[in-house]
C-alpha cells in the first residue's frame, strides 16, 4: 500500500499509526523499521515499481509548437494554423 500509493511523509505516518491501532495490526516498534526503510529506499523502490510498469517504448522527450501558413500557392491555406510534433522514443530503461 505504502509504496503503490508512493507516499510522502505525513501519508506514512498516518497510515502506519492506522495500522498499530488496527487490531492484529503491526507494532510500534514495526512501523517505526517500516518507516525507516521507506524513507532510506522511497525513490529506488517507486523507480522499480515505474519501471516494471513499462513494457515496451517510452516516451522520453516531446516538443511541439504550432505555426502558421505565411505562403503558399492556394490563397486559402494562408494562416492556417499547422500543429508540429516531434516525440523521441527510447525502450525502457536506455
Given at each position: ?8 511523509l ?7 499509526t ?13 512501523a ?25 517504448n ?9 505555426d ?15 500543429a ?5 522514443l527510447g525502450?525502457?530503461?536506455?
Amino acid at each position: 500500500s505504502i509504496a503503490s500509493a508512493d507516499m510522502d511523509l505525513n501519508q506514512l505516518e498516518a497510515f502506519l499509526t492506522a495500522q498499530t491501532k488496527k487490531q492484529g495490526g503491526i507494532t510500534a516498534d514495526q512501523a517505526a523499521v517500516i518507516a525507516k526503510f521507506w524513507k532510506n529506499h522511497r525513490i529506488k523502490i517507486h523507480e522499480s515499481l515505474v519501471n516494471q510498469s513499462c513494457w515496451d517504448n517510452a516516451l522520453k522527450n516531446m516538443n511541439w509548437r504550432v505555426d502558421l501558413k505565411s505562403q503558399s500557392r492556394h490563397i486559402d491555406q494562408i494562416n492556417t494554423p499547422v500543429a508540429i510534433v516531434e516525440m523521441e522514443l527510447g525502450k525502457n530503461g536506455q
